[in-house]
T-cell receptor
Framework: DTAVSQTPKYLVTQMGNDKSIKCEQN?????MYWYKQDSKKFLKIMFS???????INETVPNRFSPKSPDKAHLNLHINSLELGDSAVYFC???????????FGSGTRLTVV | KQEVTQIPAALSVPEGENLVLNCSFT??????LQWFRQDPGKGLTSLLL?????REQTSGRLNASLDKSSGRSTLYIAASQPGDSATYLC??????????FGKGTKLTVNP
């Protein structure tokens, strides 16, 4: 199936831990994104990579570090997790010529 | 800075009714306008994409229009069904390439 796939789907961890979320797309897109959906269900962009190059970096704590080993993968590493990091994180991809976004199914992160 | 507003925040209708969801954006220099559906606890499903040169798109019972001059988009759902119950999200993409979302309209279609 052609898709954007994220792992894990659920992540429960303690404050202070470091965790990673992985994302892969097989759509041939050249741009990938991380979005955060908060408790009020509002979606906001965090990062965007085009062909492994960071092109969007919103005001996000530097505990969050994206890594793109190739244009089909964009991972998100979070250091020293805090309670406020609890949210659903969505990965998405698109072609840079702006043909619409495809989203993954999300990773629900709960920090306890 | 692009801001996207969706009205109403919630809508409850009886089955079979035709309905319109509204979306407005502040920056008319919008390139794409995309409508998504999100079911509770699930991801985003793309419904319709209206690209810069287009004014509307149709898929089945759904029709979306885009009027850049007025900063508005509407999603029309014909003959609504209980299975249409979900949150509908409007998102605009401008020159910065990032997709800016509204807060959504939660639709409930009652049998």
């Amino acid at each position: 199936d052609t898709a954007v796939s994220q792992t894990p789907k659920y992540l429960v961890t303690q404050m202070g831990n470091d965790k990673s979320i992985k994302c892969e797309q097989n759509l041939g897109h050249d741009t990938m994104y991380w979005y955060k959906q908060d408790s009020k269900k509002f979606l906001k962009i965090m990062f965007s990579y085009n062909n492994k190059e960071l092109i969007i970096n919103e005001t996000v704590p530097n505990r969050f570090s994206p890594k793109s080993p190739d244009k089909a993968h964009l991972n998100l590493h979070i250091n020293s997790l805090e309670l406020g990091d609890s949210a659903v994180y969505f990965c998405a991809s698109s072609l840079r010529d702006r043909a619409g976004y495809t989203f993954g199914s999300g990773t629900r992160l709960t920090v306890v | 800075k692009q801001e996207v507003t969706q009205i109403p925040a919630a809508l409850s209708v009886p089955e079979g009714e035709n309905l319109v969801l509204n979306c407005s954006f502040t920056d008319s220099a919008i390139y794409n306008l995309q409508w998504f559906r999100q079911d509770p606890g699930k991801g985003l499903t793309s419904l319709l994409l209206i690209q810069s040169s287009q004014r509307e798109q149709t898929s089945g019972r759904l029709n979306a229009s885009l009027d850049k001059s007025s900063g508005r988009s509407t999603l029309y759902i014909a003959a609504s069904q209980p299975g249409d119950s979900a949150t509908y999200l409007c998102a605009g993409q401008g020159g910065s390439e990032k997709l800016v979302f509204g807060k959504g309209t939660k639709l409930t279609v009652n049998p």
